[in-house]
């Protein structure tokens, strides 16, 4: 008699329970991975959003910003009577400099257009020459006095109306009435095109002068030494001062209320507005201390007050990324504290401290507000030669020309954001370059 297993069949509510709950988890899994397909796509278009952000920022800044590096110049045959240069033939500089070289300039124009005899016409015609035309021949002249008494050709500045007309900038075609050139000197600047008078030339004054009240003569290079001198006194303040605190607050002072009141003042420090710094330097280094005025010294200590708690900060969190086993390791083979940290754990901790530097640098290279209020602001022209000379930074000269009604000061404007983004880049790769030097020698020395 054979025995047959006969299996009860499962009840259909518990059948149908198992095959809604597997339903449930599936759909449960779908909408998950849904999600994170969504998550996925939101996260790409964010950056898309930001690159195309990025992207329309410089093409912005370089459409409006790239024409200043190109001037346009009109070339003029002048005669240096010796009688208007150098009466006497002392060939002495002082004389020299100091020359009626405005007359030089009339009597070429006059050459150029005899038909022009009117004063209004005439002063309408030296319109279409910088104030700084002067300057150039006088530059000739300076540089070689043996030109005097010769005719020579001379390439001097147009003005900034003229430049902008020859770049484009300003068109012929709206009534005359709403341009800043008139049908004139529309038609004396084509007949000196036509002769092959005028040229479009590297704008090298952009690079080598200082600032200028009249834009096609004003440079960025007064203001690139001063935020080299600026970021120097600053680098140099901030970097051992926030590094030796760091080092202090992490790795020997012990934890009680005061150094825990110190860290709370720091942290709070670091989101303290930028001109608060500003009013700080003000009141302490110039009223008190009677700093110059408008000094890269000045600025490079307020920049510096306003740098030390993102430079602390990070350099923290450096020391706190290093393994506690190489503490303990030092310490195991009879290292001192001093010798541990210095040693062992700075060298460790040193790239991540570069880059709180990089950071603080950083922010300090564009802040504005803070040497607003120790006069950088002012008007200089002059190249300063040295920290306590007056000088103003790239940040604030961006201010100025901004604020500035002609329109050759727009394109400036943007050609020196150009620049200040361009050295922005070099000190980054030079600090990323410097950080991984670090690295490669703690390895190599571990190894």
């Known amino acids: 008699m054979s025995n047959h297993v006969v299996s009860a069949p499962m009840p259909t509510g518990m059948t149908e329970g ?4 597997s339903e449930r988890v599936a759909a449960g899994l779908k909408r998950r991975y849904a999600a994170e ?74 050459d150029l257009f005899p038909e022009v005899t009117s004063r209004r016409d005439r002063r309408e015609l030296f319109r279409l020459f910088s104030p700084g035309a002067t300057f150039d021949i006088r530059r000739h002249v300076m540089n070689d006095p043996s030109i005097i008494g010769q005719r020579v050709e001379i390439s001097v500045h147009a003005s900034d109306d003229i430049d902008q007309f020859n770049k484009g900038k300003i068109s012929a075609d709206v009534p005359e009435t709403e341009r800043r050139v008139s049908d004139k000197q529309i038609a004396w ?88 710094f500003g009013l700080l330097g003000l009141a302490v280094f110039l009223n008190f201390f009677g700093l110059p005025r408008s000094a890269p010294l000045v600025g490079g200590m307020v920049l510096t007050l306003m740098t030390l708690p993102t430079i602390i900060i990070a350099s923290r969190a450096a020391l706190k990324a290093v393994p506690p086993s190489i503490r303990e390791a030092a310490l195991g083979v009879g290292a001192s504290k001093v010798q541990t940290v210095f040693h062992h754990v700075l060298p460790l901790a040193m790239p991540g401290m570069l880059t709180g530097t990089i950071i603080g640098m950083a922010q300090a290279l564009g802040e504005t507000a803070p040497l607003l209020m120790i006069g950088t602001v002012a008007f200089i022209v002059d190249i300063p030669g040295s920290p306590l000379d007056p000088s103003t930074v790239m940040p604030v000269q961006i201010y100025l020309w901004s604020d500035s009604p002609e329109r050759a000061f727009l394109e400036r404007t943007s050609a020196a954001i150009i620049i200040l983004l361009g050295f922005l880049v070099i000190m980054n790769a030079l600090a990323v370059l410097l950080r991984k030097r670090f690295e490669r020698k703690w390895l190599g020395s571990r190894g």
Not at 18 to 21: D, G, L, P
């Open 189 to 276: 600047l084509e007949r000196l095109k036509d002769r092959g008078l005028v040229e479009t030339t590297f704008n090298t004054t952009f690079f080598s002068s200082g600032d200028s009240r009249s834009p096609e003569l004003a440079g960025i290079w007064g203001a690139l030494v001063g935020s080299f001198f600026t970021m120097m006194v600053t680098l140099a303040l901030s970097f051992p001062l926030a590094v030796a605190a760091a080092v202090y607050l992490e790795e020997f002072a012990p934890k009680n209320r005061w150094t825990q009141l110190i860290e709370v003042n720091i942290n709070n420090l670091a989101a303290v507005p930028s001109i608060v």
């Open 37 to 110: 397909r969504r998550f996925r796509v939101y996260g790409i278009a964010a950056i898309v959003f930001a690159l195309g952000c990025l992207a329309i920022l410089f093409i912005t800044i370089s459409g409006s910003g790239t024409s200043a590096f190109l001037q346009t110049k009109i070339r003029l045959d002048v005669t240096l009577f010796p009688q208007d240069i150098d009466p006497e033939g002392t060939r002495d500089p002082q004389v020299l400099s100091t020359a009626n070289y405005r007359a030089v300039i009339q009597q070429a124009v006059g």
């Open 18 to 21: 198992r095959a809604s709950a």
